[in-house]
C-alpha cells in the first residue's frame, strides 16, 4: 500500500480542469518534505512535471500547477489536452521509512 | 544532453543474481546522487535505492535490503545495482534516475530518468 494516497483514476473533458490529490501525513508531507510530480506517458520513462511543490522545469507548460497545505498536495492541469492522457504521480520523503516513497499513481483519461 | 541508458536486465531464476549498469553523459556524474527506481508490470513506482555522488552514503527500501546493493564508478560514468537472492515480485522495470544536489536528496526530486532495463525473475 503506498504511503502517498492518490486517486486510482481522473477523467475529464478536452479544455477542461482536473486536479489530482496527494495525501500523506505527518511523517512526509506534513513533515515539511517537499512534495513532486511526475508524468509517466504510456510506454516511457517518468518525466519531471512539478519540483518542490510548485516549480515547473523548462519546457513544461503553464497549464501545470501545483500546491501543498498540511498533509496533502495537489496537481491541477487546466486547459485539458489529448496529449496530457497519462499516469501521474507524486514523490517525497518519509522519515518513519528513512526513504522516498510515490503515490500509487493516477491514470488521466481525456475524454 | 543529459542522458542516462541502463543495461544488464535478464531473466533469471528464483535465488539468482544480477547487476544492472547505468551509463550517464552529459553531466557531472560525481556531483549528483542517483537512484534506482523500479516499476512492476502493470504497478506504480517505487524507489529502491539512492547514493550520493561520492558514493558514501547510501539508502535502501525495507523491500530490498540486505539482498540489494547500490554502487558507483565516478571515473566510469557509471551506476550499478548488484542483487542477490531475486524474487519473484523483483521482477520490474528499473529505472536509473538522477537527483540535483551531490548529497541525500530528502527534500529533492528526480531530474532525469532513463528509459529503464527489464528484469524478470522466473523459473
Known amino acids: 500500500q503506498p504511503v502517498l494516497t492518490q486517486p486510482p483514476s481522473v477523467s475529464g473533458a478536452p479544455g477542461q480542469r482536473v486536479t489530482i490529490s496527494c495525501a500523506g501525513s505527518?511523517?512526509?508531507?506534513?513533515?515539511?518534505?517537499?512534495v513532486h510530480w511526475y508524468q509517466q506517458l504510456p510506454g516511457t520513462a517518468p518525466k519531471l512535471l512539478i519540483s518542490?511543490?510548485?516549480n515547473r522545469p523548462s519546457g513544461v507548460p503553464d497549464r501545470f500547477s501545483g500546491s501543498k497545505s498540511g498533509t496533502s498536495a495537489s496537481l491541477a492541469i487546466t486547459g485539458l489536452q489529448a496529449e496530457d492522457e497519462a499516469d501521474y504521480y507524486c514523490?517525497?520523503?518519509?522519515?518513519?521509512?528513512?526513504?522516498?516513497?510515490f503515490g500509487g499513481g493516477t491514470k488521466l483519461t481525456v475524454l | 544532453e543529459v542522458q542516462l541508458l541502463e543495461s544488464g536486465g535478464d531473466l533469471v531464476q528464483p535465488g539468482g543474481s544480477l547487476r544492472l549498469s547505468c551509463a550517464a553523459s552529459g553531466f557531472v556524474f560525481s556531483s549528483y546522487a542517483m537512484s534506482w527506481v523500479r516499476q512492476a508490470p502493470g504497478k506504480g513506482l517505487e524507489w529502491v535505492s539512492t547514493v550520493s555522488g561520492g558514493g558514501d552514503e547510501t539508502s535502501y527500501a525495507d523491500s530490498v535490503r540486505g539482498r540489494v546493493t547500490i554502487s558507483r564508478d565516478n571515473s566510469k560514468n557509471t551506476l550499478y545495482l548488484q542483487m542477490n537472492s531475486l524474487r519473484a515480485e523483483d521482477t520490474a522495470v528499473y529505472f536509473c534516475?538522477?537527483?540535483?544536489?551531490?548529497?541525500?536528496?530528502?527534500?529533492?526530486?528526480?531530474?532525469?530518468w532513463g528509459k529503464g532495463t527489464t528484469v524478470t525473475v522466473s523459473s
Open positions: 505527518g511523517f512526509n508531507i506534513g513533515a515539511g518534505y517537499d
Open positions: 514523490q517525497s520523503y518519509d522519515s518513519s521509512l528513512s526513504g522516498w516513497v
Open positions: 534516475a538522477k537527483w540535483p544536489v551531490i548529497h541525500m536528496p530528502y527534500y529533492y526530486y528526480m531530474d532525469v
Open positions: 518542490l511543490n510548485s
